[in-house]
Nanobody
Framework: QVQLVESGGGLVQAGGSLRLSCAASGSDFSIIRMGWYRQAPGTQRELVATTTNGGNTNYADSVKGRFTISRDNAKNTVYLQMNSLKSEDTAVYYC????????????WGQGTQVTVSS
């Protein structure tokens, strides 16, 4: 198993910034990709940003230019710097990890609430 521990959520005013962190731990798995998804009430979980071992990144159109994903491979930790936050960014943010052990597995964090007040 891969355990994901998230931190950094909270309440912020519109236009403000937050930084989320997610640390992965677990043996016998090779982490391929890490990223962030979010889910607002009454909606489906959606991709926010992902990053691969090689440093390739992918962002949702709604966060491009405002959010930055980064990763410390040595620490197996992924970060999401969120700037210029909007009320529509309010959601539970989930850390995701795709890791391989003979085959590919998906792991999820417990989620951290981000609330942006207008």
């Amino acid at each position: 198993q891969v355990q994901l521990v998230e931190s950094g959520g909270g309440l912020v005013q519109a236009g403000g910034s937050l930084r989320l962190s997610c640390a992965a731990s677990g043996s016998d798995f090779s982490i391929i990709r890490m990223g962030w998804y979010r889910q607002a009430p009454g909606t489906q979980r959606e991709l926010v940003a992902t990053t691969t071992n090689g440093g390739n990144t992918n962002y949702a159109d709604s966060v491009k230019g405002r959010f930055t994903i980064s990763r410390d491979n040595a620490k197996n930790t992924v970060y999401l710097q969120m700037n210029s936050l909007k009320s529509e960014d309010t959601a539970v943010y989930y850390c995701h990890c795709a890791a391989r052990r003979l085959r590919l597995y998906d792991f999820w964090g417990q989620g951290t609430q981000v609330t942006v007040s207008s």
